[in-house]
């Protein structure tokens, strides 16, 4: 396997052991600046999601395609994302992470390029599947590094605080970065401003990060790298379909019966060959088990807040799209505070169980708090406290839980277990806004009401279905969850016990 940093579970050493080992002396040195070149990285990902959605409306009248061909903008980068994360993820196992995160950093800033410069709606959906190829590459090898990093539980806290606040922050991020450049420039400085965040990141991979050492690479697992990509494809794509004609077409009836059939069927592989694509000790382990629910369930919630939140503000309030994007501010803000202020300070005394069920009880609370938008609201009295309050909530639940998930992981392992957790992420996020909007346009057409009545009313059964998911997190994954899981790897560090890197 290849190696970029110090064994996961080797505690920090001084002396003739720390000389014993460059690699790990230097990634001790620059690890900080190595948390920051990664979090550009997972920075560019995130926001990619979101940022175009501003976008749309301004690249619709350049480019001229139809409403019900927008979708496939955002549809095309999630489905090549999500369905290619756990590839990528163990490609960087078998090639090196920090030669695939640099790989996807180039490749990313490309395809950018590719999508600023389209001058039709087919290049424009092409670029951005090939913004997803190389997400897939990136976004896994860029959350190994930070596990293999950063091993000494104290400094793992706030460096996933940092990165959990990225991750968290960077879809709303995305919405504010979309509004000021569509409003100051044009739509395609929405793709182009990639470049600069993958600059810098190459940069400080070089400057930074420790040359990777080589070890002996085991074959892929290629029956099952076709079943699962072929099976989160359909219900990515089943459940896009879902949006636009319905669960009882036929096309997304079949995509997502195959795909959940493929998944059944990668199971199995997994199970039976030598060297699986995910090795199924990954998530039978109940804490990393409960904590992937939990990265799913938010991401269901997350991402149908930003789009019925998005549209509230900009065809209810009539809000511009620079104003639309400074309204979404306060929610980073606050997802920022609690996963580097808060939880750095809390997940090593009471453990993820704790943070992760209060997290999700409170931004359920400020999900509910939308409820109480109407057409008349003012963004100071109705939207700001439920963005502070929600925020607050993501920002406990995603570090702790992104923590947890790839904690105790074996080093020829991380990879997969990262790329597990941006899928569960990604996949939750198509199947929210799939699945919320799908609630949304039903709930619209059976209200009765007038149109604007209607529109309102559907959003706030989207909000209501967004606070449920998160219930549903402090339900599930607080019942998987073991209380003292973060303690034991605090006392495991010391040497007072060994950390699980298997199945419990």
Same mark, same amino acid.
């Given at each position: 396997?290849?190696?970029?940093?110090?064994?996961?579970?080797?505690?920090?050493?001084?002396?003739?052991?720390?000389?014993?080992?460059?690699?790990?002396?230097?990634?001790?040195?620059?690890?900080?600046?190595?948390?920051?070149?990664?979090?550009?990285?997972?920075?560019?990902?995130?926001?990619?999601?979101?940022? %175009?959605?501003?976008?749309?409306?301004?690249?619709?009248?350049?480019?001229?395609?139809?409403?019900?061909?927008?979708?496939?903008?955002?549809?095309?980068?999630?489905?090549?994302?999500?369905?290619?994360?756990?590839?990528?993820?163990?490609?960087?196992?078998?090639?090196?992470?920090?030669?695939?995160?640099?790989?996807?950093?180039?490749?990313?800033?490309?395809?950018?390029?590719?999508?600023?410069?389209? /001058?039709?709606?087919?290049?424009?959906?092409?670029?951005?599947?090939?913004?997803?190829?190389? $997400?897939?590459?990136?976004?896994?090898?860029?959350?190994?590094?930070?596990?293999?990093?950063?091993?000494?539980?104290?400094?793992?806290?706030?460096?996933?605080? %940092?990165?959990?606040?990225?991750?968290?922050?960077?879809?709303?991020?995305?919405?504010? @970065?979309?509004?000021?450049?569509? !409003?100051?420039?044009? +739509?395609? +400085?929405?793709?182009?401003?990639?470049?600069?965040?993958?600059?810098? $990141?190459?940069?400080?991979?070089?400057?930074?990060?420790?040359?990777?050492?080589?070890?002996?690479?085991?074959?892929?697992?290629?029956?099952?790298?076709?079943?699962?990509?072929?099976?989160? %494809?359909?219900?990515?794509?089943?459940?896009?379909?879902? /949006?636009?004609?319905?669960? *009882?077409?036929?096309?997304?009836?079949?995509?997502?019966?195959?795909?959940?059939?493929?998944?059944?069927?990668?199971? =199995?592989? /997994?199970?039976?060959?030598?060297?699986?694509?995910?090795? @199924?000790?990954? %998530?039978?382990?109940?804490?990393?088990?409960?904590?992937?629910?939990?990265?799913?369930?938010?991401?269901?919630?997350?991402?149908?807040?930003?789009?019925?939140?998005?549209?509230?503000?900009?065809?209810?309030?009539?809000?511009?799209?620079? /104003?639309?994007?400074? *309204?979404?501010?306060?929610?980073?803000?606050?997802?920022?505070?609690?996963?580097?202020?808060?939880?750095?300070?809390?997940?090593?005394?009471?453990?993820?169980?704790?943070?992760?069920?209060?997290?999700?009880?409170?931004?359920?609370? $400020?999900?509910?708090?939308?409820?109480?938008?109407?057409? !008349?609201?003012? +963004?100071?009295?109705?939207?700001?406290?439920?963005?502070?309050?929600?925020?607050?909530?993501?920002?406990?639940?995603?570090?702790?839980?992104?923590?947890?998930?790839?904690?105790?992981?074996?080093? !020829?392992?991380?990879?997969?277990?990262?790329?597990?957790?941006?899928?569960?992420?990604?996949?939750?996020? #198509?199947?929210?806004?799939? @699945?919320?909007?799908?609630?949304?346009?039903?709930?619209?057409?059976?209200?009765?009401?007038?149109?604007?009545?209607?529109?309102?009313?559907?959003?706030? =059964?989207?909000?209501?279905?967004?606070?449920?998911?998160?219930?549903?997190?402090?339900?599930? #994954?607080?019942?998987?969850?073991?209380?003292? *899981?973060?303690?034991?790897?605090?006392?495991?560090?010391?040497?007072?016990?060994?950390?699980?890197?298997?199945?419990?």
């Amino acid at each position: 396997m290849s190696s970029d940093t110090a064994p996961t579970n080797t505690p920090p050493h001084t002396g003739q052991h720390a000389a014993a080992h460059p690699a790990h002396k230097a990634t001790k040195d620059h690890r900080w600046f190595v948390l920051a070149v990664i979090g550009i990285a997972q920075l560019a990902v995130v926001l990619d999601a979101t940022i %175009v959605n501003i976008a749309l409306p301004a690249a619709q009248a350049d480019l001229g395609f139809a409403d019900d061909q927008r979708q496939w903008i955002v549809t095309a980068y999630s489905l090549a994302f999500g369905s290619l994360l756990l590839l990528g993820g163990r490609l960087g196992d078998l090639f090196g992470r920090k030669n695939l995160f640099i790989i996807g950093l180039i490749g990313f800033a490309g395809a950018s390029v590719i999508g600023g410069l389209a /001058e039709n709606f087919g290049q424009l959906v092409a670029a951005r599947a090939l913004q997803g190829v190389f $997400g897939a590459l990136l976004a896994p090898s860029a959350l190994a590094l930070l596990t293999t990093t950063f091993t000494d539980p104290k400094d793992r806290a706030r460096a996933f605080g %940092v990165f959990g606040a990225i991750a968290g922050s960077g879809a709303a991020t995305g919405v504010l @970065l979309g509004g000021v450049l569509t !409003e100051y420039t044009t +739509w395609r +400085w929405c793709l182009y401003v990639n470049v600069v965040f993958a600059a810098i $990141g190459v940069v400080g991979a070089l400057l930074f990060m420790p040359k990777a050492v080589r070890g002996p690479r085991p074959r892929l697992d290629l029956i099952g790298t076709i079943t699962i990509t072929a099976g989160l %494809v359909g219900i990515v794509y089943g459940f896009s379909s879902a /949006e636009t004609n319905g669960w *009882s077409d036929a096309v997304t009836i079949t995509c997502l019966a195959a795909g959940v059939a493929l998944v059944a069927l990668f199971v =199995v592989v /997994e199970s039976r060959v030598s060297h699986p694509l995910l090795p @199924l000790r990954i %998530v039978r382990d109940r804490d990393r088990g409960g904590a992937l629910i939990a990265i799913g369930l938010v991401g269901v919630a997350m991402f149908g807040i930003f789009l019925f939140l998005t549209y509230y503000l900009r065809q209810t309030l009539q809000f511009s799209s620079l /104003e639309t994007g400074l *309204s979404f501010l306060p929610m980073p803000l606050s997802i920022m505070t609690a996963a580097t202020q808060i939880t750095p300070r809390l997940l090593p005394r009471i453990g993820p169980k704790a943070l992760i069920t209060i997290g999700s009880l409170v931004a359920a609370t $400020g999900v509910l708090l939308f409820l109480r938008t109407n057409t !008349e609201s003012h +963004w100071a009295g109705t939207i700001l406290p439920a963005l502070v309050v929600t925020g607050l909530g993501m920002g406990l639940i995603i570090s702790s839980a992104m923590n947890t998930a790839t904690s105790g992981v074996a080093r !020829e392992d991380a990879g997969a277990a990262s790329a597990s957790v941006n899928t569960f992420q990604q996949v939750g996020g #198509s199947i929210g806004t799939a @699945l919320l909007s799908t609630i949304f346009a039903s709930s619209v057409a059976a209200h009765g009401g007038n149109p604007v009545d209607a529109v309102l009313h559907g959003y706030h =059964v989207a909000f209501a279905c967004g606070a449920l998911a998160l219930v549903l997190v402090a339900v599930i #994954s607080g019942s998987l969850i073991n209380r003292h *899981s973060v303690r034991q790897e605090r006392l495991a560090a010391i040497g007072s016990i060994p950390v699980p890197t298997a199945a419990h």
